[in-house]
């Protein structure tokens, strides 16, 4: 069973939001809890993720702030632990400190990199949070697949994202093109094998027929 981390973003995902009902219904799946939801510090969230991968490699769906946690990994070694990532609804952080500001005081904005393992960002045409064109500058600064939902708000209750059945089916995605990457190297391994015991056998016959073998005639 594949662990999936569930990563909020500012207030934590309450009560409903499809991330809460995500660990109802898909097995596997865990909170990354924080100790204060409403005044996020971020390197301790990134540290709190990154505990949580020090346990074993994982899938990751993270929604708004959590989607810059998440990409924080980028720059730490424990991105070696992300199988994929799933980034729902990433905030604009200035614009979202604006909104928010005395919640936003500890929260700075990382160097943005390319996402060391495979991603999905998850977008809408009108989020309050992200600018549409801002989104597809991020995007393509992590080099991550993106999918568009149409006028999806932010992508939680407020703009009807409760039990977000629709999701599963994005993450499966996700999960497939994982699992197709993990056999690559397993094939190239099984054709390599199989190329030398080719080059092994054909020198074998070219020894055989070089050697002293003297040919045998019936006489007469």
């Given at each position: 069973m594949e662990k999936?981390?569930?990563?909020?973003?500012?207030?934590?995902?309450?009560?409903?939001?499809?991330?809460?009902?995500?660990?109802?219904?898909?097995?596997?799946?865990?909170?990354?809890?924080?100790?204060?939801?409403?005044?996020?510090?971020?390197?301790?969230?990134?540290?709190?993720?990154?505990?949580e991968l020090s346990e074993g490699p994982a899938f990751i769906v993270a929604h708004s702030l959590g989607c810059h946690v998440t990409a924080?990994?980028?720059?730490?070694?424990?991105?070696?632990?992300?199988?994929?990532?799933?980034?729902?609804?990433?905030?604009?952080?200035?614009?979202?400190?604006?909104l928010h500001a005395e919640n936003f005081a500890a929260v700075h904005a990382p160097e943005t990199r390319t996402l060391p393992f495979p991603?999905?960002?998850?977008?809408?045409?009108?989020?309050?949070?992200?600018?549409?064109?801002?989104?597809?500058?991020?995007t393509a600064e992590w080099g991550a697949d993106v999918h568009i939902l149409g006028q999806a708000g932010h992508i939680n209750?407020?703009?009807?994202?409760?039990?977000?059945?629709?999701?599963?089916?994005i993450f499966r995605q996700l999960q497939a093109k994982v699992q197709h990457q993990d056999k690559i190297p397993a094939r190239r391994e099984i054709a390599a094998?199989?190329?030398?015991?080719?080059?092994?056998?054909?020198?074998?016959r070219i020894a055989q027929s070089n050697g002293d073998c003297t040919e045998k005639r019936s006489t007469p």
């Open positions: 999936i981390l569930i990563v909020p973003g500012l207030f934590g995902s309450g009560e409903g939001h499809w991330q809460r009902n995500w660990l109802d219904d898909v097995a596997g799946s865990r909170l990354v809890e924080q100790s204060d939801w409403n005044r996020p510090c971020f390197d301790e969230w990134v540290d709190r993720l990154e505990a924080a990994l980028a720059r730490r070694s424990s991105a070696g632990q992300v199988r994929g990532a799933m980034l729902v609804a990433p905030c604009d952080l200035s614009i979202t400190r604006k991603s999905v960002v998850v977008g809408s045409l009108n989020d309050i949070y992200m600018p549409f064109e801002n989104l597809t500058e991020i209750i407020e703009s009807g994202y409760g039990r977000w059945t629709g999701g599963y089916g094998r199989s190329y030398d015991a080719l080059r092994d056998y054909t020198a074998f």
